[in-house]
């Protein structure tokens, strides 16, 4: 709940969490994140501190046909569209975490990760215009601007990096 003002524009679904997210709402949360895991339809990781005390944010790896591109209208900024792409990933972390640049690090791993392990070649970094900080990231680790999508149902447009 540190970070819910931050989620909240993260989220597009808003207000997430609400004000009264209880650890109950919490827990129905990560069960259904955990069933789209194990069935393989999403992937989802939590990002903990070394002892593993803290969730310092986490990682959603989605495949390009996800339901949630279903509706999307895509501009594409270079050619590429979203059938073109391997997986969408998305990510946050605790605002108390960005002065020391844990954001970068995190994403500059996590792309490593992904070529290295999950050998993917075409994943684009999804994040929405209201997070500037969060594209001031991704854009200093030299990606770029790809394509952007828009659902109805957001607050605001999505932009991918590659």
């Given at each position: 709940m540190s970070s819910r003002e931050f989620l909240y524009h993260w989220e597009q679904?808003?207000?997430y969490p609400p004000e009264d997210f209880s650890v109950e709402d919490n827990l129905a949360d990560l069960e259904k994140m955990d069933a789209a895991h194990r069935n393989g339809s999403r992937?989802?990781?939590t990002v903990?501190?070394?002892d593993e005390t803290q969730v310092l944010g986490c990682i959603y790896l989605l495949p390009n046909d996800d339901r949630m591109y279903g509706t999307a209208a895509v501009t594409s900024y270079d050619g590429?569209?979203?059938p073109s792409i391997d997986a969408t990933v998305s990510f946050w972390v605790r605002v108390s975490t960005w002065a020391d640049?844990?954001?970068r690090s995190l994403l500059s791993a996590v792309l490593q990760w992904l070529r290295d392990d999950w050998s993917l070649e075409r994943p684009v970094i999804v994040t929405n215009e209201k997070l500037e900080h969060q594209i001031a990231t991704i854009e200093s680790l030299g990606?770029?601007?790809r394509f952007d999508y828009d659902?109805?149902?957001d607050m605001y447009t999505s932009h991918a990096y590659a």
């Open positions: 679904d808003p207000p992937y989802t990781y903990m501190n070394h590429t569209d979203l640049g844990f954001e990606l770029t601007r659902r109805d149902k």
